[in-house]
């Protein structure tokens, strides 16, 4: 039976138009991969010999300390992106299969997943580490990792379980933030409360069972409430809101440009894939604090300025702008029947854009507490994205030819033909011009040179803005049937 | 007028679609018949330039398709749910088609009221979006937002896959009205061999991308064609 199971895994794996898309893709899949283990096991042996030597504290002690961020933060992580266990269920409804079979194939398969897999890479040198150089009973750190891999299987379940909660999740999310706050202020210290738990999964020999105990119950529930939801009209239905017309009539007065203007909108707003870029726009956001805080040693240099600059006030520019024009990828057939002008189409997108960075731009004058250079630094970081990066996003789209399926979230970090060649080449400048842009102004004569220069070269992309315009529509046109084709692949 | 000239399209040595010589006068209602991998949304996406012809070339008004995209305010088509926003309401679409072919609210909303019995208030304040409406509900929002804004040339490619046996009555009574405007050509195809031989003046037969039939309808049409399926 299960036999079954694994070869239409297996086809639906190799045959999904993606995964046999080019060579690169695979080489650069390859390659995050091992980066990711590599800094897992870099992470380990860095954290053991960073507390004990730098900080002459005990490692064990201080990993027990912070392991509740670690298993809050786990399971938020798991939340936004691993996929849930669908297997094409539909279908196998009515075959004689034992309904029972298919939950535990399901569920049996999310326990080989990356997400758990890849604490190993951290906990298993962790471990050698201590047993090794530390003198830990090898029986006793045995008990802690089977402990450990309890509460992963158990954020595993977890997440199945409060899959499309999210209510719940952003309630468990803002709690870790406000515990991480009052920690860092030194108002309430969380772990000191959840330390001796982790603490005791060493010293004890029986305090292991609890969150394997908890896993088990974890999955028996999970089992539970997919066997019951296996019916059209319940877990297998797509759920539909009542929802309102909307007019959105203030943007008329950006004229034909407008109505893409008002469609994208609705777009971000009602979808939620779309809308996983504004909330990736708010993170940017934050990336700066650890630029400019020093947070970050190798972050200190100068240069880097600017490469923060161009992420606090460019999330949302980098993260909807690659994937233009695929937004509208499930229906761009009727987009190219209709009677647009692709100028018309390129600049709401355009316009979008801008009034992101803009308002990201507002925001991030908190960073004024820095300091008015830093503050300076994603002022120009702002010019230049609006300037610049904005075409060559829409530049880099017209290349892009992975289809969005607008309705899940789970695949934003997963659409494997976004990354070709191409975009990949155009993405460079992105970052790199104007931080090199900046390090002549700096090091040749000052840093307000450097800022000087950045902005000149985001002015003068205004100054472009048409001739660019019209290169990229010439682009758009020949690339239009190659486009309509690969949309039509679903995954 | 829509003059096909020697137009092939070939996928990887696959010949789909292969007609020399093909002219819809203005005003024609025009209907393509054919088993499934007969060519026929082929034929319909060459005309919508939404791919390439291998060789040829169409003329929709005297506009090569290919070359030159006027011919884009006088046509409208609805070929499948990719012609559909799935995150708008029925309203929100029609209004965003409406103003792309330069109407506004009011006219859209003309031109609406005029098919609610076709809707059979399944489409209009539905409070859900176009992607949460059942199949045959999606089609009609589609074919009607085909009609907005009075186009000259309308391509439906199976409108009446399905819908509802009342829908379909009141669909062909639709396109009825426009076959009978001398202004508006309208190309329909179907596997439903009744009523495309109902609502259409001219059938065109195809079978693995070639005209093998070009009847003008009559009485003995929905015979003959019954006789060459039957084959």
């Not at chain 1, 138009?17 to 860095?46: D, E, H, N, Q, R």
């Not at chain 1, 499309?164 to 952003?170: E, V």
């Not at chain 1, 008015?372 to 892009?400: K, P």
């Not at chain 2, 859900?128 to 085909?146: E, M, T, V, W």
């Amino acid at each position: 039976m299960f036999k079954h199971f694994i070869t239409l895994q297996w086809k639906s794996f190799w045959r999904s138009a993606t995964a046999s898309s080019g060579l690169w893709m695979k080489i650069f899949m390859g390659f995050w991969a091992v980066y990711f283990i590599g800094m897992m096991i870099l992470g380990a042996v860095g954290a053991y010999f960073g507390i004990k030597e730098k900080l002459c504290l005990d490692p064990l002690t201080v990993v027990n300390k912070f392991l509740v961020y670690w298993w809050v933060f786990d399971l938020v992580f798991r939340y936004a992106l691993q996929k849930m266990p669908v297997i094409n269920i539909k279908p196998l409804l009515i075959l004689p299969f034992k309904k029972s079979k298919t939950v535990s194939f399901a569920l049996g398969k999310t326990v080989l997943s990356f997400f758990n897999v890849i604490h190993g890479f951290f906990f298993v040198p962790f471990s050698i580490l201590l047993i090794v150089k530390g003198d830990a009973s090898w029986i006793q750190v045995l008990f802690w990792n089977i402990g450990l891999i309890g509460l992963i299987y158990a954020n595993n379940f977890l997440n199945i379980l409060v899959n499309n909660k999210d209510n719940l999740i952003y309630l468990i999310g803002g709690t870790l933030a406000i515990l991480g706050g009052l920690h860092y202020f030194g108002y309430f210290d969380i772990t000191t409360y959840t330390a001796p738990f982790f603490q005791g999964l060493y010293n004890t020999v029986y305090i292991w069972m609890l969150p394997v105990l908890v896993s088990v119950v974890l999955y028996v529930i999970a089992y539970k409430s997919f066997l019951k939801d296996l019916y059209l009209d319940a877990g297998l239905a797509s759920k539909s809101k009542n929802i309102k017309t909307e007019n959105l009539d203030w943007l008329n007065r950006f004229g034909k440009t407008a109505t893409f203007l008002k469609n994208d909108i609705k777009l971000i707003k009602r979808n939620k894939r779309a809308r996983s870029t504004v909330i990736l726009s708010i993170v940017f956001l934050f990336y700066g604090l650890l630029f400019f805080t020093g947070a970050i040693e190798a972050y200190e240099g100068p240069v880097w300025r600017i490469f923060a600059g161009i992420f606090v006030s460019g999330g949302f520019l980098l993260s909807f702008g690659q994937f233009v024009p695929s937004w509208d990828s499930s229906y761009y057939p009727l987009m190219m029947t209709q009677n647009i002008r692709y100028k018309e189409y390129l600049s709401s997108k355009w316009w979008l854009m801008v009034i992101a960075t803009f308002i990201s731009t507002i925001l991030a004058s908190a960073y004024l507490y820095f300091g008015w250079e830093t503050y300076m630094a994603i002022l120009v970081g702002a010019i230049f994205n609006m300037g610049v990066n904005s075409h060559i996003v829409l530049w880099a789209g017209a290349y892009v030819k992975t289809p969005i399926d607008l309705t899940s979230n789970k695949k934003a970090f997963g659409d494997k033909q976004a990354f070709n060649i191409k975009t990949l080449m155009l993405s460079l400048p992105k970052l790199a011009l104007p931080m090199i842009l900046y390090a002549i102004g700096h090091y040749a004569y000052s840093p307000y040179a450097g800022y000087a220069l950045v902005c000149i070269a985001g002015m003068a992309g205004f100054a472009f803005r048409n001739m660019v315009f019209n290169k990229i529509e010439r682009i758009y046109k020949t690339e239009k049937y190659k486009t309509i084709w690969a949309y039509k692949q679903k995954k | 007028m829509i003059e096909v000239q020697n137009i092939t399209k070939t996928y990887s040595g696959n010949t789909v679609l292969n007609i020399e010589h093909l002219v819809i006068p203005k005003g024609d209602s025009f209907g393509l018949v054919g088993n499934n991998g007969a060519g026929k949304t082929t034929l319909f996406s060459a005309l919508l330039d939404l791919i390439k012809p291998t060789t040829g070339h169409i003329e929709n008004n005297g506009i090569d398709v290919n070359r030159n995209e006027k011919w884009k305010t006088i046509t409208s088509a609805f070929i499948d749910e990719t012609f559909l926003i799935g995150y708008l309401t029925a309203e929100e679409y029609f209004y965003f088609i409406g103003e792309l072919r330069g109407l506004n609210k009011a006219d859209v909303d003309d031109t609406i009221s005029k098919f609610e019995d076709f809707f059979h208030g399944e489409i209009l304040g539905q409070k859900k979006y176009l992607r949460d409406l059942s199949k045959g509900n999606q089609k009609k929002a589609g074919i009607i937002a085909a009609l907005i804004g009075n186009p000259e040339v309308v391509i439906l490619d199976e409108p009446f896959a399905n819908l509802d046996p009342t829908t379909q009555i009141r669909l062909k009574k639709i396109i009825k009205e426009l076959a009978a405007d001398p202004e508006i050509t309208v190309l329909v195809s179907s596997h439903d061999l009744m009523h495309v031989t109902e609502v259409c003046d001219r059938i065109v037969v195809l079978d693995k991308g070639e005209i093998i039939k070009d009847l003008a309808t009559s009485e003995e049409t929905l015979k003959e064609l019954e006789t060459h399926f039957n084959k």
